[in-house]
């Protein structure tokens, strides 16, 4: 059934269901839920299984019946997919021809792929959702409800029986304050995973919780999607880079300190936590004295001011996040990051003298890197004063980046090879050992493993990085790296069960035993 059917035959308002696929912590499919609650509609939540680290979960025939079921018994006719990660194109469009023929209800894309991938898109889905959905959903539900001209909404892309209607995609949304906060306690709400169905949300009982205190980014990585969001698609738009006031981030800390019933600290999952220092100052100063608890964020090297660090250290931030990438060639060539040796390492050192847990994020598996690269990124991390966390990427290419385009214009890349019609997130997302590389990545990548391994000396990871033999033949050493990690993976689980902080969602996400990850 096309949208166009179910407006003629709808009477009097849809019951919108709204599907998170592979993504039990999907925060688009809470905020929208809470908007069009506060409107008066009524909405059904399904979080449809969750992601398992480089490993693809095919949906079994026990979960789409359970799907069928839900939308069946809660009598839905409009369902909204939530397509958040380009890897799962393809299963998206098997679950929204499974959902047509079996319920014959239309179904609606929205998310990051459907925005960079709308001629794709809108092959499979019904209609198609692009940017932001906070005004463009709920005005097409408005329309739609009251019978008048929802072909004509904003964002909205439409199959119909004359083609497909293309709408321009309207103005960003600048007052993020007069957002509600994402909703995790109503009763409308489904989990079906491993062939179970469970009521209420996936997320409810987790010990963190994690805020966004702006929208946007005020850098154009190569790799990341923002970096065609803001040049292309929002250009002349309104503000891309857009920030809370410090009374609607304090007011829904206070909101999720009622909510989680396990609560143990925050983790601000901002692109780049706020660095002016006057909504710091005020931040760091409510947060002290009327939140008090632990909490982590991302920080970008050529941003780290110590005044910034310190007020935010003094109000309780434990845990850095931050982006070294590879060498500052690598960096400025491959992924458009002006980071300067100096930049890195002098953020990691005042992390260190302030007792901050710093964990610095590495993307490896490049094409341009050469063995001058692998070793300068090796001995930089090596460098940097323990103890250090690395979380290890392999590089991958997503949809209508500017990554993309670069590569594919050196040659170097097809479009077979970009996520959504590829899918090495499944193989390889974070880097495994085991995975197939050539020798030489293999020996950088064990040595890099090692460095984060604080009960190795620093001196004999550099002779090791001198053995020309290994070079040729890692194996030995990659066996080494393997057990070093797997020792050091159970210390980190240990300490987070004695901090109360390991969860269900921790283990099926990250323990596979076939790929085991790498920290």
């Known amino acids: 059934m096309l949208v166009t059917e179910l407006a003629e035959r709808l009477e009097p308002s849809p019951v919108l269901g709204l599907l998170s696929l592979y993504d039990t912590e999907n925060n688009a499919v809470r905020l929208l839920a809470a908007i069009l609650r506060q409107r008066g509609y009524r909405v059904v939540e399904i979080y449809f299984k969750d992601w398992i680290n480089n490993y693809f979960d095919p949906p079994a025939t026990r ?20 397509l958040r990660s380009s890897p799962y194109f393809k299963v998206a469009g098997e679950l929204t021809r499974f959902v047509r023929g079996r319920v014959g209800i239309p179904v609606i894309w929205g998310g990051l792929h459907p925005t960079l991938e709308p001629e794709k898109c809108i092959v499979e889905a019904d209609a198609v959702c692009r940017g932001e959905a906070e005004r463009a959903l709920p005005e097409f539900i408005d329309r739609l409800s009251s019978h008048g001209d929802f072909l004509a909404t904003s964002n909205f892309w439409f199959r119909t029986p004359q083609g497909v209607v293309r709408n321009e995609i309207g103005p960003l949304l600048e007052d993020l304050d007069s957002l509600p ?110 939140v008090g608890m632990p909490f982590e964020c991302f920080l970008e090297p050529t941003i780290v001011d110590e005044e910034i660090v310190r007020r935010l250290r003094s109000a309780g931030l434990e845990v850095v996040y931050m982006g070294i990438q590879n060498n500052p060639r690598v960096s400025r060539q491959l992924y458009d990051r002006d980071v300067r040796e100096d930049d890195i390492l002098g953020a990691a050192r005042l992390f260190h003298s302030l007792g901050i847990d710093a964990r610095y994020q590495v993307i490896l598996d490049d094409p341009l890197s050469t063995t001058e690269d692998k070793e300068w990124l ?73 460095v984060s391994k604080s009960f190795i000396p620093k001196g004999l990871l550099f002779w090791l990085s001198r053995r020309l033999w290994l070079r040729r033949h890692p194996l030995p050493l990659v066996a080494f790296a393997q057990v ?36």
């Open 378 to 450: 090796f001995r930089l991390l090596l460098s940097l004063p323990r103890p250090i966390e690395v979380y290890l990427f392999s590089m991958t290419v997503y949809p209508r980046t500017e990554l993309a385009r670069k590569l594919m214009a050196e040659g170097l890349m097809t479009e077979r090879d970009i996520e959504g019609e590829a899918q090495k997130t499944f193989r390889q997302y974070r880097v495994d050992l085991s995975y197939p590389r050539p020798a030489e990545d293999r020996f950088w990548a064990a040595l890099i493993v090692l």
């Open 63 to 82: 979960e789409l019946e359970l799907l069928a079921e839900v939308l069946e018994t809660e009598r839905v006719n409009l369902l909204g997919l939530s």
């Open 181 to 290: 906060f994402r909703d995790y306690t109503h009763k409308d709400k489904f989990w079906i995973h491993r062939s179970r169905l469970r009521r209420g949300d996936p997320m409810a009982s987790d010990p963190v919780y994690q805020i966004f205190t702006t929208r946007g980014c005020p850098f154009s990585c190569s790799f990341c999607y923002n970096s065609t969001l803001k040049k292309d698609l929002f250009l002349g738009k309104g503000r891309y880079y857009r920030q809370r006031s410090v009374r609607s981030v304090i007011e829904e800390l206070h909101y999720a300190r009622r909510v989680f019933r396990n609560l143990k600290r925050f983790r601000f999952d901002d692109e780049v936590f706020p660095f002016d220092k006057e909504w710091v100052a005020e931040f760091a100063e409510r947060y002290r004295t009327e």
């Open 484 to 519: 070093a990690n797997v020792a050091k993976m159970g210390w980190v689980a240990a300490r987070m069960v004695s901090r109360g902080e390991m969860t269900t969602t921790l283990i099926r996400r990250w323990l596979h035993l076939r790929s085991l990850i790498t920290q």
